[in-house]
């Protein structure tokens, strides 16, 4: 039964510049674990505490200090010299420990630091991979869902405005992925392609250089979200390839943040949530979209059962294969995903299931805290039958174990940023190791 003899934490810095945690457990038998944490720019209301300093005078408030004063002395405290059978044993001491339904006592960067270190210091010890340590816990809790058999598809920031770029169009990123290929080696290559042929075009078109936003995409002045999508399509085509057939695109519209009193403001128009349920559907019927994330405002849930309704029979009217069934009430392969409007929280999670408004999580561990948490989530969305995209964070660091918990976790989709910055990277080389070392291929898109 593994022991923590020993838990520190020191502060770090995440891709922005800006702090974050990184943690240290050692186990009685020597093994090490060490397991950084990202941070969100664009964040949901109802995720859980993030833990700051608030000083002006350092880091303009947004030091981790006090985060990282809680592992060291009051988790240390706690759980030093004490043996944990399994991660859920750790993790609900850390919650029970903490003591608030968000985090607001340790900090959730304080507690996932620690949960993701522990869990690195175990896979270790038992000399098994990580993504096989993660594998074997999302085993136990859902039984149904088998061992890692594939690897997830490569969601990619292509093009990024909003929070990520500032705000010359309000939607937040514009992603491609890769639907024709069937190894992780085969969709970076793919991606780069088209990558350097969008980096030409917008050169060409708008004179702008391949400057970068947090999570890597090109950020151009794009005039309307109607030039960003039509840019997108004609890069893929430019990069030789068929859009829909090779390379499909991905939304990530984060309503939330251009969302005033029930109105979304978007490309100077100001539409209500009828409208805005058109508009996202008049762009599925016209660029090859294969998934839509936060296309409403986190708190517009009256509107969000209407969103994917409209959107599964827009994907089901573009899928030959679903016309020939005779099954109104199935949805297409279409994502209907939720990040702010879930918040990896499986209340909110139920929420969305009871009412059918998403069927896709967006999976970002540090929304809920812990590995456990996650994990529910995570399974209970499962148990409804939808896909999961697990996220990086816009505030990334060098850590790879996101790699891996998509791996371990059978995750569809991972969706990590771009292809052109050491912490996005991180995560792809780390793919590219996994799929030499198991030989998988990536899963299919769903129909």
Known sequence: MPVITQISAIEILDSRGRPTVRARCQLSSGAVGVASVPSGASTGAAEALELRDGDPQRYGGLGCRKA????????????????????????????????????????????????????????????????????????????????????????????SGGKHAGGQVAIQDLLIVPVSTHTIDESLAMIYDVYQAAAAYTNQKYGARALTAD??????????????LQDAQMSIEAAGLRPGDDVALALDIAATHFYTDGLYMLDNHTLNSEAMI?????????????????????????????????????????????????????????????????????????????TQSANALLLKVNQIGTLTEAMHACSLARSAGWQVTVSARSGETEDSWLADLAVGWQGDQIKVGSITQSERLAKYNRLLEIEAETKMSVTQWPA
């Open 68 to 159: 990282v004063k809680n592992i060291n002395q009051a988790i240390a405290t706690a759980i030093t010299q004490k043996s944990f059978l399994q991660q859920s044993d750790l993790d609900n001491a850390l919650l029970a420990l903490d003591g608030t339904q968000n985090k607001a006592n340790l900090g959730a960067n304080a507690l996932l630091a620690v949960s993701l270190a522990f869990a690195r210091a175990s896979a270790q010890e038992k000399s098994i991979p990580l993504y096989t340590y993660f594998a074997i816990l999302h085993q136990s809790s859902t039984p149904t869902i088998p061992a890692t058999q594939v690897l997830p598809r490569l969601t990619v920031n292509l093009f």
């Open 215 to 228: 999570e890597g995409g090109l950020a151009p002045p794009f005039d309307t979200t109607e030039s960003m």
């Open 278 to 354: 058109e508009q996202i559907v008049q762009w599925v019927n016209t660029y090859p979209i294969v998934s839509v994330e936060d296309g409403l405002a986190e708190d517009d849930w009256e509107n969000w059962p209407k969103l994917r309704s409209a959107l599964t029979n827009a994907g089901r009217e573009k899928s030959s294969a679903l016309q020939s069934q005779q099954n109104d009430s199935a949805d297409s392969g279409l994502l209907v995903l939720g990040d702010d409007l879930l918040c990896t929280n499986p209340v909110r999670i139920q929420r969305a299931i009871d």
